[in-house]
């Protein structure tokens, strides 16, 4: 039977599940939803989809790159504790899912969700992904992905740091160069490649943080300006990748490397596990007088 796309999204909401899994479980108990959720409930689904829920922050960054070094992916796998993202079962799903990622264009995480987790195996993505949920107790998520195609005369360098960080530059020249590069952008962190790129709304707002900085100096206003944009100059120098002192010889700028080697950036992309995310932070003793409170 057709199941309509509303009930999905229900089912979807009520137990965290994913898409897929929402969808089968609806066309198994021919659209009832309560017998669907049982089913998740039973067959553990129900378990992984409790965790869902919960803050994962650590993990492991990866990186593939084709044979013909034409086409690359970076992908971030996340799980809750730093301990988890050492196991074998995590790493193991991570790996897997790295390698169909760059074997399948695909636009979003649920499309690779959907996807066989290896050639010839009935297990999606998804699917294994609950699996893991459940052997080692965390919540686990695919987090994001970027993929690079570049024809000639462009090529493709990835570095990776540890485990949680890594980065793909998109360059023209010296193969030397561009390896560099990527390890520059590892450490250095550059918002973007150059102060065309750093957006109009961001720029407002550093400058307004400025200029109300300069004022707190007591310098007449007719001063205020060109103290402004000379911070302005400064921030774009230390945001933009071709304004930072190269890593290996801070004597020189990027920029000034690139124009000696007769090399460019085309564009970079750097992820470092758990980014942006809201860490929660334990604290014992709260915890145990919640518990005591409860009891």
């Known amino acids: 039977m057709a199941i309509p796309a509303t009930l999905v999204k229900e089912l979807r909401e009520r137990?965290?599940?994913?898409?897929?899994?929402?969808?089968?479980?609806?066309?198994?108990?021919?659209?009832?939803?309560?017998?669907?959720?049982?089913?998740?409930?039973?067959?553990?689904?129900?378990?992984?989809?409790?965790?869902?829920?919960?803050?994962a922050a650590e993990g492991v960054v990866l990186i593939r790159v084709s044979g013909d070094g034409r086409c690359a992916v970076i992908l971030e796998v996340n799980c809750e504790t730093d301990f988890v993202a050492k196991d074998g079962n995590f790493q193991g799903f991570a790996t897997a899912a790295a390698d169909r990622l760059l074997a399948a264009e695909v636009a979003d995480v649920e499309a690779l969700g959907a996807l066989p987790i290896r050639d010839g195996e009935a297990t999606t993505v998804e699917e294994a992904r609950q699996a893991v949920i459940q052997k080692i107790?965390?919540?686990?998520?695919?987090?994001?992905?970027?993929?690079?195609?570049?024809?000639?005369?462009?090529?493709?360098?990835?570095?990776?740091?540890?485990?949680?960080?890594?980065?793909?530059?998109?360059?023209?020249?010296?193969?030397?160069?561009?390896?560099?590069?990527?390890?520059?952008?590892?450490?250095?962190?550059?918002?973007?490649?150059?102060?065309?790129?750093?957006?109009?709304d961001l720029l407002a707002k550093e400058r307004e943080i400025f200029l109300a900085q300069a004022r707190e100096?007591?310098?007449?206003?007719?001063?205020?300006?060109?103290?402004?944009?000379?911070?302005?100059?400064?921030?774009?120098?230390?945001?933009?990748?071709?304004?930072?002192?190269?890593?290996?010889?801070?004597?020189?700028?990027?920029?000034?490397?690139?124009?000696?080697t007769q090399s460019q950036v085309v564009r970079f992309v750097r992820f470092e596990v758990g980014e942006g995310i809201e860490k929660k932070v334990a604290n014992f003793a709260e915890e145990v007088m919640a518990a005591q409170v409860r009891a």
Do not use: W
């Open 217 to 260: 100096t007591g310098k007449p206003e007719n001063l205020l300006e060109k103290m402004v944009d000379g911070r302005v100059r400064k921030y774009l120098a230390e945001v933009t990748l071709l304004g930072q002192p190269f890593v290996k010889d801070p004597n020189l700028t990027v920029e000034q490397l690139l124009a000696q």
């Open 15 to 55: 137990t965290g599940a994913g898409m897929m899994e929402c969808k089968k479980a609806l066309e198994e108990a021919a659209g009832d939803i309560e017998a669907a959720i049982e089913q998740m409930r039973k067959s553990g689904q129900a378990k992984a989809a409790k965790k869902a829920g919960r803050i």
């Open 137 to 200: 107790g965390e919540n686990v998520a695919i987090r994001r992905f970027t993929r690079l195609t570049v024809k000639t005369p462009s090529a493709i360098a990835s570095y990776r740091h540890g485990s949680r960080i890594g980065v793909l530059v998109e360059y023209q020249g010296s193969e030397a160069v561009g390896r560099d590069i990527a390890m520059h952008v590892a450490a250095s962190n550059p918002v973007c490649v150059n102060a065309s790129e750093v957006s109009a």
